[in-house]
């Protein structure tokens, strides 16, 4: 293992920065006014008490709430300044949080997750539309008419969860390309419904875009124009 389970390169050299983590880090994300957070199995960062989770600012370490109370396997940093950890823990001190959790100016918060009957969440990426793509395995969740749906990768948005495709057997790592699709790898042998061995690439069903076209014309209402309102896509 490195020494404090953090490195930071310059160019020239790999040094740890402020003393690192007394535990194992899988997960980092850069926020919006540039401080690190890393996430894994760790108590202590740099010397300050943090559970699992914790922050950079570039000098010192800081916890990032109460932390959480299981190992931080994934991050995502959002555009307004809060974060998402995926992972093992269901707690963050006495608020229930389920495996992801969301970080703002009032602490950890639910997600919603707190319904989901099992799962492993693996990794996460910041699409160009604010949604979140979580990767994992096996989300199961019920439904408000009864049973349960499955599916190894899900989009959050504020308002909730959706369920793009399935994805074989697992999702265990995520990208966005920079045309803004998303990529997949992990164990599976299908995406969606197309046959795709451990790697895929999720694009828009269909990438249209609407532009004016010629001019009004007078009719017995007055002038008409033709203008896209609702797309169907």
Known sequence: DFPGHVARWDGASWTTPGGGTNGPVHALAVRADGR?????????????????????DGSNWQALGGGLDGTVR?????????????????????????????????GWSS?????????????????????????????????PLGGTLSSN????????????????????????????????????????????ANLARRVAPCPATATTSGVGCSGAGGANALAATTLPW
């Open 36 to 56: 690190l957070v890393v996430g894994g199995s760790f108590s202590f960062a740099g010397g300050a008490a943090a559970s699992r989770v914790a922050t950079f």
């Open 153 to 196: 990768l899900l989009l959050y948005v504020v308002s909730g969860w959706t369920s793009p495709e399935p994805y074989g057997e697992a999702v265990a790592a995520l990208a966005v390309t920079p045309a803004g699709t998303l990529a997949a790898a992990g164990d599976f042998t299908l995406a969606g419904q197309l046959v795709s």
């Open 74 to 106: 994934a991050l995502a940093a959002l555009p307004g300044g809060d974060v998402l950890a995926g992972g093992d823990f269901t707690m963050s001190g006495p608020t229930t949080v389920g495996r992801v959790a969301r970080y703002g100016n009032f």
């Open 111 to 143: 997600t919603g997750t707190t319904s989901f009957q099992e799962n492993d969440v693996y990794a996460m990426a910041v699409l160009p539309n604010g949604q979140v793509a979580v990767g994992g395995r096996r989300f199961r969740w019920n439904v």
